[in-house]
T-cell receptor, first 112, second 120 residues
Framework: QQPVQSPQAVILREGEDAVINCSSS?????VHWYRQKHGEAPVFLMI?????EQKGHEKISASFNEKKQQSSLYLTASQLSYSGTYFC?????????????FGRGTQLTVWP | GAVVSQHPSWVICKSGTSVKIECRSL??????MFWYRQFPKQSLMLMAT?????????EQGVEKDKFLINHASLTLSTLTVTSAHPEDSSFYIC????????????????FGPGTRLTVT
């Protein structure tokens, strides 16, 4: 049930953009996005609930395509504080409030 | 608000001993908590769902007799690693979902800071 994330790692200069993808082999009802900094707890970014829905959080936004069973996280004009590992999580079937299964993560490093 | 704590932060124990890790929701009630383990540079692997007042639900492949979970109150869940071995060394993280939901963040899971377990 683990979603597949790509790429595994991204290195950016401050101000550059990045896209992180998350896909599932099974039907998706929602996608949760978290960011984890080294040695810290994951922090909730956003949840996508509807097909084609797009959400934003500062300069971080995401889209969710139910038909393609995938979600993408967009980081624009990246800042140093964006560095960390990004995880997408998908809930167990039919349960947005239930257990989450996370992808392997995408490690983002932003250099000045 | 929405703070989850874990205790201890670090623990080193000898092979064969048992270790208890506590997960507490400090400013909200949580009928459901989740336990994950994370190996270096790897994903969060769900181990079990802890339900207040009832038995935990374990993921496939997780030994329930080895990883004992107790959710004794609406703010506390404990994970006990019994007869720990070096291969149990990992980063254990708990998360909690608020009940009742905290307004807009009703779907959010709040994560604790994690417990680093090293078994020698």
């Amino acid at each position: 049930q683990q979603p597949v994330q790509s790429p595994q790692a991204v290195i950016l200069r401050e101000g550059e953009d990045a896209v992180i993808n998350c896909s599932s082999s099974k039907a998706l009802y929602s996608v949760h996005w978290y960011r984890q900094k080294h040695g810290e707890a994951p922090v909730f970014l956003m949840i996508l609930l509807k097909g084609g829905e797009q959400k934003g959080h500062e300069k971080i936004s995401a889209s969710f395509n139910e038909k393609k069973q995938q979600s993408s996280l967009y980081l624009t004009a990246s800042q140093l504080s964006y560095s960390g590992t990004y995880f997408c999580g998908i809930p167990s079937r039919g349960s947005t409030l239930g257990r989450l299964y996370f992808g392997r993560g995408t490690q983002l490093t932003v250099w000045p | 608000g929405a703070v989850v704590s874990q205790h201890p932060s670090w623990v080193i124990c000898k092979s064969g001993t048992s270790v208890k890790i506590e997960c507490r929701s400090l400013d909200f009630q949580a009928t459901t908590m989740f336990w994950y383990r994370q190996f270096p540079k790897q994903s969060l692997m769900l181990m079990a769902t802890s339900n207040e007042g009832s038995k935990a639900t374990y993921e496939q492949g997780v030994e329930k007799d080895k990883f004992l979970i107790n959710h004794a109150s609406l703010t506390l869940s404990t994970l006990t690693v019994t007869s720990a071995h070096p291969e149990d060394s990992s980063f254990y993280i708990c998360s909690a979902r608020a009940s009742p939901p905290l307004a807009e963040s009703s779907y959010e899971q709040y994560f604790g800071p994690g417990t680093r377990l090293t078994v020698t």
